[in-house]
């Protein structure tokens, strides 16, 4: 029993230094106050404001539920070692493995150190070099991001999406909410390359084809980012696509270009100009601010143009012939089950990216 005892003491000393860490009391008041607020009923008198802090609230909540369980568990854990009962021993071990391993699960919570890692995420998604099977790429990288999305208990809006008649997509651009959405997802961040027998080349040749993904820490207030209107240009169109219901039948859709920076972002989804106009500011101010932390500027008139994530930066290839490999150029980690990994797999390239980020930091 003694090696026992030492041993979930050991676990709830290093549950509150990864606690201390997280600067959890902060998080647990963060989530106090958003709860305090939603629950007045004045608040739902704007709809879209209660919405997002609905959202900011349940994304916290993903986060400090489980190490207020472990808190807990541990806890009662300590106080059964106590009582000293020798015929209780394989329970306790069976219990202290699965506190273990519930801790093993949220370590990697220290490894978010952004300012913005709690954020949600807005990912674009843009085939490149490789006609259809490119467009049938980013579709396949859609789909492996809402997989992964859906295992991970994440929440998934789709903001604007550019189909294509014969396969796959132009552009897809996705928010996606959940405890550490950004944090985890900036590591997708990149060029990412597909090579494969092609399916849409009638001799089946070997293609290779390329898809750029972009991830964006989502803007909670307008006010984070204070854009000069003078800065902008905004030209409306007439939108493209199947549509259908008036929505390519009237100017709705909208060409938001910051004009310092060369920014351009489009959006036609919605029938409403101004809900597209929403839109595309809400995803300029949050490639602004990904300019910002990518450049290390102090203020948007310091960010230099065209220094954003662009083609040069490959980071992954999926390789499906002569054999099959995904494999990061950054951190060097691979897998061979790259079915799996396109089903959505994708948590051991996360968190191959987030340790070595951390290893030098020296976190």
Known sequence: MQPLKKKIGEL??????????????DLEQKLAELDDQLNQPEIWNNPDYAQELTKQA??????VEPWQTLTVQVGDMVELMELGDDDLLPEFQAQVAAIEKSFDRHKTDLLFSGE???????????????GLDAQD????????YLRWAEKSGMKVDTLERSTNDDAGIKTVVLEISGSFAYGKLRSENGVHRLVRLSPFNADNLRQTSFALVE???????????????NDLRIDVYRSGGKGGQGVNTTDSAVRVTHEPTGITVAIQNERSQIQNKETALKILRSKLLAMKLEQHAETLSDLRAGESANWGSQIRNYVLHPYTLVKDTRT?????????VLDGDIDEFITAYLEQNANSKNI
């Open 137 to 144: 790429f980013a579709a396949m990288l859609e789909r492996m």
């Open 332 to 340: 060097k980690h691979e897998n061979r089950n790259a079915q799996g």
């Open 116 to 130: 913005y890692d709690n954020r949600s995420a807005i990912m674009r998604i843009s085939a490149g070099v490789g």
């Open 58 to 63: 349940a994304s916290l909540r993903q986060t």
């Open 12 to 25: 709830e000393k290093e549950i509150e230094q990864a606690k201390k860490a997280l600067k959890f009391s």
């Open 215 to 229: 991830v964006l820490p989502k803007i909670d207030a307008p006010d984070e980012i204070s854009i000069d209107p």
